[in-house]
């Protein structure tokens, strides 16, 4: 049975600091492009990183994320990291962990960040 755990969500203040995990099991976790999503109230889904089988990097809004979020893996612990830095409130969203082999395949239950004063 193929499962991810996402944790580490939580409430923080602007400019804080939040680290995601995403824990995988049932699957061969090194071969799989691992993404993190998210979705705020009332829009879409949206892919905010992935990370290669060969450790290759896209964010794909580079303009929301880049220098404030860095996305890892380690195929030891079958674990994909999340770590956001300078959170805005626009940050606010429930963030999906994702593995795919070419496409989306398994998804996480989710877990919640909220950027609040």
């Known amino acids: 049975q193929v499962q991810l755990v996402e944790s580490g969500g939580g409430l923080v203040q602007p400019g804080g600091s939040l680290r995601l995990s995403c824990a995988a099991s049932?699957?061969?976790?090194?071969?799989?492009?691992m993404g993190w999503y998210r979705q705020a109230p009332g829009k879409q889904r949206e892919l905010v990183a992935s990370?290669?089988?060969?450790?290759?990097?896209?964010?794909p809004d580079s303009d929301s994320v880049t220098g404030r979020f860095t996305i890892s893996r380690d195929n030891a612990k079958n674990t994909v990291y999340l770590q956001m830095n300078s959170l805005k409130p626009e940050d606010t969203a429930v963030y999906y962990c994702?593995?795919?082999?070419?496409?989306?395949?398994?998804w996480g239950q989710g877990t919640q960040v909220t950027v609040s004063a």
């Open positions: 994702n593995a795919a082999l070419s496409v989306p395949r398994y």
């Open positions: 049932g699957i061969r976790f090194s071969i799989y492009t």
């Open positions: 990370i290669t089988s060969d450790n290759s990097i896209i964010y």
